[in-house]
């Protein structure tokens, strides 16, 4: 994707002794980038969300444990850093899934070749994001071919939180096939959920859109079930933290709502995901870890004055308490099917392993 006419991924590495990321935290009203040389360093912008999507935390950690292997490739840091980097976010299964593959990479090697073997991991683990993103991004593109062919007119579609380039190394999950179809002449618009309390939509998918030149609206979470029952919402797009062997989802706090509505309204209702994404050790969303987050993210909300200044504000009764669960999980039986690298299924078992029948 570019910025200002320049390409950027979400994710590069400065030599081998640094790593590059997007500061999310300061969007949509800055541009900024950051160096990272450590893996506290990645485990604090991970950690406060300064970057964020489950793709893209696996690549930023795998980063991060190249750099601590190359100040101490011995088996005690090695785990220690693993373990520590690991705890940042428990329900995204991207994050351990790219952690292991680096311990993997250099386990069984002697220590003076651990550093090189990290950091071409870490490469590979963003490189083959990047590609598998592209894929999905065909591969949603075919569904949404079919709508307009249907449809004949304008495609709506309504999405959820962030799942764009921003969420990944580039391309994005669910977003990937609107940006093909866009660029593809398809006509579209976008319903972007507002996605509190960290308002990701209004901040990151609607900056991302309107960069690209895509038509669109943010809408409050709530307004979601309105537009179905009128008519105005052709499907569903959102991404996903962890999918379970059954097909349930756990995706940003909210998705479950967005499903249930899009059922009772006949709406399409597709998660678009990595293979990285699918968690083969747990049988069914009851078992996925649900992070829980601060009650300030709920209880204060941050914008920008008509003067350009950048403020936190409270929002809430003072004194209430809040409570604040990242992620729900959708069952699978109110999901039409899965948009992957390696194509479109049916959210159950079988059709994950229809796709991937050697996991």
């Known amino acids: 994707m570019k910025i200002h006419g320049k390409h950027y991924r979400s994710v590069w590495p400065i030599g081998e002794s640094a790593f590059g990321i997007i500061d999310q935290s300061k969007l949509p009203f800055e541009f900024v980038t950051l160096e990272l040389k450590s893996a506290q360093d990645a485990a604090r912008v991970i950690k406060v969300m300064i970057t964020r999507g489950a793709p893209l935390i696996g690549a930023v ?153 895509v038509n669109h609206t943010i809408i409050a979470d709530n307004a979601g079930g309105h537009y179905m029952q009128d008519g105005k919402v052709d499907m569903c797009i959102v991404g996903t933290d962890r999918v379970t062997t059954n097909g349930d989802v756990a995706n940003k706090i909210g998705t479950y709502l967005k499903a249930l509505a899009a059922k009772d309204n006949n709406v399409p209702f597709y998660v678009a995901l990595p293979s990285s994404t699918i968690d083969w050790t747990l049988k069914s969303g009851r078992d996925i870890p649900i992070e829980e987050r601060s009650s300030d993210e709920l209880l204060k909300m941050t914008g920008r004055t008509p003067s350009g200044t950048i403020l936190t504000v409270e929002i809430a009764a003072p004194g209430s308490p809040g409570a604040n669960p990242g992620f729900d999980v959708t069952p699978a039986r109110l999901i039409t099917g899965f948009i992957t690298e390696r194509g479109t299924c049916e959210a159950t078992e079988q059709g994950l392993r229809s796709l991937f029948p050697a996991a």
């Open 61 to 213: 950690a795998a980063y991060g444990l190249a750099l601590a292997i190359r100040h101490d490739p011995s088996d005690e840091n090695l785990t220690a850093t693993h373990d520590m980097l690991a705890e940042t976010r428990p329900t995204a299964i991207n994050l351990r899934w790219a952690l292991n593959r680096v311990c993997e990479s250099v386990r069984n090697h002697p220590r003076a070749d651990r550093a090189a073997l990290a950091w071409k991991e870490a490469q590979a683990i963003a490189d083959e994001d990047a590609a598998m993103c592209e894929a999905i991004g065909r591969n949603g593109l075919a569904i949404i071919r079919d709508l307009h062919r249907k449809n004949g007119g304008k495609v709506n579609i309504l999405t959820h939180c962030n799942a764009g380039w921003l969420a990944t190394v580039d391309w994005g999950t669910a977003l990937a096939p609107i940006y093909m179809a866009h660029d593809e002449g398809i006509p579209l618009h976008v319903w972007v959920d507002e996605t509190r309390p960290r308002n990701q939509g209004a901040s990151l998918t609607a900056f991302e859109l309107g960069a690209h030149g």
